[in-house]
């Protein structure tokens, strides 16, 4: 669950670095070491970094790694309340409130 909760927001992160930065998608594979295609599937959401890896993305694009990979307090408040519009099971809306250091 926490994994693809990051991946879009690890992704939009990353994506934004990379044009703040006036980097190209092949500047940031090249740095991490992967495809141009890793790269845009990553921005896109639909692939995750694995967690060993993460630090290599930051630094590729100028972010400290808590930067990249740390959920704000904001967007977790945002995912809680749209899971439980959507009354998802219970054990999902606690997994968002421990993510943002709240009571189970």
């Given at each position: 669950?926490t994994?693809?909760?990051?991946?879009?927001?690890?992704?939009q992160?990353?994506r934004?670095?990379?044009e703040?930065?006036g980097?190209?998608q092949?500047d940031?594979?090249?740095?991490?070491g992967?495809?141009?295609?890793f790269?845009?599937?990553?921005?896109?959401?639909?692939?995750?970094?694995a967690?060993d890896r993460?630090?290599v993305?930051a630094r590729a694009?100028?972010l400290?790694?808590a930067?990249?990979?740390e959920?704000?307090?904001?967007?977790l408040?945002?995912?809680?309340a749209?899971l439980v519009?959507?009354?998802?099971?219970?054990?999902a809306?606690?997994?968002v409130?421990?993510m943002?250091?709240?009571?189970?």
């Amino acid at each position: 669950m926490t994994d693809r909760l990051n991946r879009g927001v690890i992704g939009q992160r990353l994506r934004a670095a990379r044009e703040a930065s006036g980097l190209r998608q092949e500047d940031v594979a090249k740095a991490a070491g992967v495809s141009i295609a890793f790269v845009s599937d990553v921005e896109r959401g639909n692939r995750g970094i694995a967690a060993d890896r993460r630090e290599v993305f930051a630094r590729a694009v100028g972010l400290p790694i808590a930067d990249l990979t740390e959920l704000d307090p904001a967007t977790l408040a945002v995912v809680e309340a749209r899971l439980v519009a959507a009354g998802r099971c219970a054990r999902a809306v606690r997994v968002v409130r421990e993510m943002a250091g709240g009571a189970a």
